[in-house]
């Protein structure tokens, strides 16, 4: 079927349309925070010769693995137009929980299933809540982040969790032809969540939810349904963060994790993701999560005082996002 | 006269687009001047500019002949130049008269006086003949009365011209002649109205002078009483415009979607219809009479308080948007940017997601396929972009709109339904579209086609159904069709309950 008349030549240019490209640049957004990534670096280059030696480069990876996961369950949550305030809490309760059950049983099979399945659940109940029970993300995560510090402190008393077979801590502590897990974990699964998001319909979804959820049911696609698996996967990321958090420390404590959740959420902002849903690169998230990373490491070994590095990273969060908002117009 | 307002030498490029070459624009004080063109001819880009919304490449702007800057809403506004945008800018969540008084809230010691507002309110609608409610949040009002508390809005300010675009694409006929009166209302106290819409009747009824845009590039400029309409279109177009309803009469079949006693809210009563394979059923009636409702609850798309449905003979219970567009129902929404598009993907983004289990092949979106199915639309809508990776939202309203058919064109399904097709199209592309409608039912597709412009409805329709206040008034087969017995119908005047026995069910 052809229209015969209404020929446009003038301006319509049908088919010169650039062919589709790999590497989405139009959404690696967050294209300051790389600008800003890479002038950080090279200021700490200069000032301090130990910070490019490839022990100090995965050392920044290590201490940022349990953020950088967690920010991308926080991601895709914030791409739906949500936001989750409880992961510190759920990681606190998942480790506490799963150091429990690996001390009563010594399996580290069951202390695995058991951190990732209390922060699935925890995901879960948020999605349920969010989606069927009409709450608002912000008031609906800061009730369960505070449930869920609630239980940890009730059930371990105050007291931490510690000693572990090595089985348990592998994810945190293992390392595999000599790079540490806490590098291979964070590397593999932004590897696959970059597929999903950028060539799975689940992605595509995940954009277009956020960006206006009314069309998109309109479209027959079960929104609801897809937050809920949204908050899940946040959920279970959250999980695998308190999975390596326990095993490097090696030990559950319910006083874990505070803050977590204002770290995830800058390390995507700072990624150029819009709080508002809908526009967002996970690359960008990447590069958000290594600012924070790289900014404690260097003002770390320049021996400047913690307090002094939160101004820092403070400041760096306004410029990174203001950058981004700029080289967007 | 004075000449209020002169455009000269306007130009202005977005990347792959020419919006305007060198466009001229005059307009008299105290004149209606139309401006009129296809979809994408440059008509609100225009304004825009005018309007401080966009800045002008290249040109001059002449308010009673001094040479203005306008690099802002504010300052256009300082310079008397007031804008009701085709997409209404209205904040939802707020009230009307909020809206209203939107930057400007007169107050007492930093708090807004209520009262006051409420009083403004209300005497600016008053003063245009409408009856909504200051308190009533903007977002549960329909279009129409959105449309007007923009107006409200903007006449608020002192202005000495008013941009009207496409102000009438969500009014009815009546809504229409109110918005006319307090155009001409206006005219008569010295104010020029620069008034855009698509169509024919209402630029001959109300306006003084034409300018006509094609492609960017000026026309000519016209007094409207030295044109007809079909010169008009002819300007608009370059070229004839034959047939304006091809319609051609199909096979009609077997029921495919019947809806039983279907009760919505306060808004739908008890009211039943059946849809045929071939056929195209037209849904009349006056804006607010459940129509949007009606075909919504079918949909899935809003809660149904009871009623039963039924597809190709069997009993189905349609409770979301899924099932319906998994059982074979694919629904058109009727505002575009608030239902039926996401503005910030590109046309292919949004081509794709509506077919998107279709493009999936081992757990990834097949972009080949994709991109082929938009560029297929493209093409076959006859949308203008410059490529299927322009962003929506950079597109003008009428080619938004062919977008949101095509989503729906290049699925086939077997029920389609339309909430007003054709908001906002061209009259060139209105025609292709009733062509396309016309082979969808001819390919075997039972159409449902909601409107409220009755020459559209009686054009395309084999059959017709009436609502009034949420209950049917009328039933019409296309042999019996009249505008006299229909409009009787729409405003619940008609003397019978049914001119026709309904369509047998099942
Ligand atoms: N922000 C933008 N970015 C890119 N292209 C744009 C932008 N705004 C408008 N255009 C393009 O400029 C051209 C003119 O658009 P404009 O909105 O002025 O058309 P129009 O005459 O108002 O059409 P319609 O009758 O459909 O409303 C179109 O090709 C449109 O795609
Ligand atoms: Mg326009």
């Known amino acids: ?329 | 006269m004075a000449d209020a307002l002169k455009m000269r030498g306007v130009s202005k490029r977005f990347p792959g687009v020419v919006a305007l070459d060198n466009v001229d624009l005059t307009v008299a004080e105290g004149e209606i001047h139309a401006i009129v063109g296809e979809n994408g001819a440059g008509k609100s880009t225009l304004m825009r500019i005018l309007s401080g919304a966009a800045r002008m490449d290249r040109g001059e702007i002449l308010i009673n002949d001094v040479a203005v800057e306008i690099g802002s809403s504010q300052q256009a506004i300082n310079l008397g130049i007031g804008t009701v945008y085709q997409n209404l800018n209205l904040i939802t969540d707020l009230t009307v008269a909020e809206n209203i008084y939107m930057n400007r809230f007169p107050g007492r010691g930093g708090l807004i006086d209520r009262r006051k507002i409420a009083d403004g309110a209300s005497q600016a609608l008053a003063e245009m003949n409408s009856d909504i409610a200051p308190s009533a949040r903007v977002g549960d009002l329909s279009v129409a009365d959105q449309q007007m508390v923009a107006i409200a809005r903007v006449l608020a300010y002192d202005i000495k011209i008013l941009i009207l675009d496409e102000p009438t694409s969500s009014l009815s006929k009546a809504e229409s002649e109110d918005l006319f009166r307090n155009m001409r209302r206006l005219k008569s106290l010295g104010v020029s109205i620069i008034f855009i819409s698509h169509h024919m009747d209402e630029i001959f009824s109300v306006t003084d002078a034409v300018t006509v845009l094609r492609d960017g590039r000026l026309v000519g400029r016209w007094r409207t009483d030295e044109l007809d309409e079909h010169a008009l279109v002819h300007h608009m177009v370059g070229r004839e415009v034959t047939e304006m309803f091809p319609k051609e009469v199909a096979a009609i079949g077997d029921v495919v979607l019947a809806a039983d006693h279907i009760s919505v809210d306060d808004l739908v009563h008890d009211v039943s219809f059946c849809v045929r394979k071939g056929e195209v059923l037209g849904i009349g009636g006056l804006v607010g009479a459940g129509r949007t409702e009606l075909v919504k609850s079918v949909f899935g798309a809003c809660p149904r308080r009871s009623g039963d449905i039924s597809l190709e003979g069997q009993p189905i219970d349609i409770r979301s948007p899924k099932q319906a567009v998994e059982a074979g129902i694919a629904f058109v929404p009727e505002d575009r940017r608030r239902e039926g598009l996401i503005t910030e993907f590109s046309i292919e983004d949004n081509i794709s997601l509506g077919s998107i289990w279709d493009l999936t092949r081992h757990f990834a979106v097949d972009f080949k396929a994709g991109a082929k199915l938009s560029e297929g639309m493209i093409q076959a809508m006859n949308v203008k972009t410059p490529s299927r990776k322009q962003l929506v939202k950079n597109l003008s309203g009428g080619n938004q709109q062919k977008v949101v058919l095509g989503k729906w064109f290049c699925r086939q399904p077997k029920v389609l339904i339309f909430d007003e097709p054709t908001r906002g199209i061209d009259v060139g592309a209105k025609a292709e579209i009733y062509r396309k409608i016309s082979d969808l039912a001819k390919s075997g597709v039972a159409v449902i086609i909601v409107s409220s412009e009755l020459p559209e409805l009686m054009g395309i329709s084999d059959r017709i159904i009436v609502l009034n206040k949420g209950r049917m008034t009328g039933e019409f087969m296309r042999s019996a069709f009249s505008a006299d017995q229909i409009m009787l119908a729409a405003t619940g005047k008609a003397g019978t309950e049914s001119p026709l026995p309904r369509g047998q069910q099942q």
Do not use: W
């Not at chain 1, 000693?163 to 540490?180: K, Q, T, Y």
């Not at chain 1, 990373?293 to 913690?306: K, Q, T």
């Not at chain 1, 820092?312 to 969060?317: D, H, K, M, P, S």
């Open chain 1, 1 to 329: 079927m052809k229209f015969a008349t209404g020929n446009q030549p003038v301006n319509s240019g049908v088919g010169s349309a650039p062919s589709v490209n790999l590497l989405p640049l139009n959404k690696l957004r967050g294209m300051g925070s790389l600008i800003a990534l890479i002038l950080i670096m090279v200021v700490f280059a200069v000032s301090s010769p130990a910070f490019l030696q490839i022990q100090n480069l995965m050392n920044i990876i290590v201490q940022v693995a349990v953020i950088a996961v967690i920010a991308a369950g926080a991601m895709f949550i914030i791409l739906t137009g949500g936001i989750d305030l409880s992961v510190g809490g759920v990681l606190a309760l998942a480790g506490v929980l799963s150091a429990s059950a690996v001390r009563a049983t010594d399996s580290a099979t069951l202390g695995i299933i058991v951190c990732l399945g209390t922060a699935v659940l925890f995901g879960l109940l948020a999605g349920l809540l969010v989606t069927y029970g009409r709450i608002p993300p912000f008031v609906c995560t800061l009730g369960t982040m505070s449930i869920a510090r609630g239980i940890a402190f009730v059930y371990s008393g105050g007291i931490p969790i510690s000693g572990f077979p090595d089985a348990f801590r592998f994810a945190g502590a293992g390392e595999v032809a000599g790079i540490p897990m806490m590098v291979i974990i964070p590397i593999v699964i932004y590897v696959i969540l970059y597929f999903v998001l950028v060539r799975t319909p689940f992605g595509k979804i995940v954009y277009a939810i956020g960006s206006n959820e009314e069309a998109t049911r309109l479209t027959g696609i079960d929104t609801l349904k897809y937050k809920l698996i949204v908050y899940s996967l946040a959920g279970l990321l959250t999980g695998i963060g308190a999975l390596l958090y326990v095993g490097r420390i090696n030990s559950g404590h319910p006083g874990s994790g505070i803050g977590y959740e204002l770290n995830a959420i800058a390390a995507v902002v700072i990624g150029g993701t819009s709080l508002s849903g809908g526009r967002g690169s996970i690359i960008g998230t990447v590069i958000g999560a290594l600012i924070m990373g790289v900014i404690s490491n260097g003002l770390n070994l320049m021996n400047i005082d913690p307090y002094f590095q939160s101004i820092v990273l403070g400041t760096v969060i306004v410029f990174a996002v203001m950058i981004d908002q700029h080289s967007q117009k």
